[in-house]
């Protein structure tokens, strides 16, 4: 399966609001489409840190109604007390990874350099975040059901939701936007 593609795709229209039914659509990569619950985000938090060359990204995301919520994090570094861009992380304990912290199968809670997999099959829950050159960030969270299928949504963060706070060496990148929100999610599924 092409994460890029469907990211690509729901990045773009992440700004757009729709109430119609789900309608399944067909990718040019031969996957299906289709709208499927609002990922709800709980605890959201992201902040460079304060005179360090570190910076963090954590929150809890539920499914459905009444699901137990998974809860990602992971730290990323900055030379500029500046939120950075962090590749696909895997979440973490129950209902999070199959594949554990390190995209392995195994829950070795090794740090996020050595958690970071390309592999993205088999079933589990990973994050991205994506600094965009104009000042905006995409959160990316994908819920992957099996080798063929995987749920997925992207939260659109603009400038003004994460601004430089502070002043001298104190001054540093802090997301002030809200800290529970739903994310419109889509479901795509290798076709045939």
């Not at 890029?4 to 992440?14: D, E, M, N, Q, S």
């Not at 554990?100 to 592999?119: E, I, L």
């Not at 706070?165 to 002030?176: A, P």
Request: hydrophobic share 30%.
């Amino acid at each position: 399966m092409h994460i890029r593609p469907l990211y690509i795709l729901l990045l773009g229209a992440a700004s757009v609001t729709t109430h119609a039914s789900p309608t399944p659509a067909i990718l040019d990569d031969g996957h299906d489409l289709n709208q499927v619950p609002a990922f709800n985000v709980t605890n959201f938090e992201a902040s460079a840190m304060v005179l360090s060359n570190r910076n963090f990204y954590k929150f809890d995301v539920t499914f459905y109604h009444e699901a137990t919520p998974v809860h990602c994090e992971a730290m990323g570094t900055t030379i500029n007390h500046q939120l950075t861009s962090i590749p696909q992380t895997w979440c973490p304990g129950p209902g999070g990874s199959g594949y554990g912290g390190n995209g392995t199968g195994n829950n070795n809670n090794q740090s996020n350099s050595n958690s970071n997999s390309s592999a993205t099959t088999g079933p589990g829950v990973s994050f991205k975040w994506t600094e965009q050159p104009d000042g905006s960030a995409a959160l990316l969270i994908v819920r992957r059901i099996n080798d063929k299928a995987a749920d997925t949504a992207v939260y659109k963060v603009t400038p003004d939701c994460i601004p430089m706070m502070g002043d001298d060496i104190f001054r540093h990148q802090v997301y002030e936007g809200p800290e529970n929100f739903s994310v419109p999610a889509y479901r795509s599924s290798e076709s045939g």
